[in-house]
């Protein structure tokens, strides 16, 4: 079919005395050119995969207990598309570069950019928070607030304007 596109990416991680080769197919169906990937990068461990595309759209990957395949966390828009009106420029929304950051939470921070502008993200899956009717104390009703279902988030710490020519 004409309408679709095979890439495959193939990259050797090397992390202490072991090597692991890996493979990223992805299946463009009817896909726009705003899909096609612009940027990928590696966490430092090798557990967790990044991917940018031309659209702005970040898709983070992890690699569950050392297995073999990366599993999608989930995806978040890092730019839109800009005008500059001191160079009369339209900024892409392209993302050029993702580069995790070293951490020891249980959140990934990467760095994200596009032609003009840099956004630290704090992403991972994290537990809703529910609330939920807790009984009543001397005929006033108290909400309990629960833990609820895990849900994958994405949170810009900072951004960088103008940070890059």
């Known amino acids: 079919n004409d ?4 890439l ?10 072991c090597t692991m080769d890996w493979k ?8 726009t050119e705003n899909e096609t990937l612009s940027a990928i990068s590696f966490s430092e461990d090798g557990n967790y ?14 690699r569950p207990n050392g297995e ?5 966390l989930g995806s978040f ?7 500059d009106y001191l160079k009369s420029l339209e900024i892409e929304e392209k993302i050029n570069k993702i580069k995790f950051l070293k951490n020891s939470t249980k959140h990934q921070f990467m760095l994200t950019t596009n032609d003009k502008t840099i956004k630290l993200w704090k992403c991972g899956n994290e537990y809703a928070r529910e609330c939920v ?6 005929g006033l009703s108290v909400p309990r607030v629960i833990k609820g279902k895990k849900t994958f988030k994405s949170t810009p710490r900072r951004i960088f304007a103008n940070a890059h020519a």
């Open 24 to 31: 990223l197919n992805q299946e463009l169906v009817n896909g």
């Open 133 to 138: 009717s807790g009984g009543s104390v001397k």
């Open 3 to 6: 309408a679709s596109l095979l």
């Open 8 to 17: 495959v990416l193939s990259f050797a991680v090397a992390h202490r005395h």
């Open 49 to 62: 995969l990044a991917t940018g595309d031309k659209g702005g759209i970040v898709c983070l990957y992890n």
């Open 68 to 72: 073999d395949g990366y599993k999608m």
């Open 77 to 83: 828009r890092s730019h839109e598309p800009e005008f």
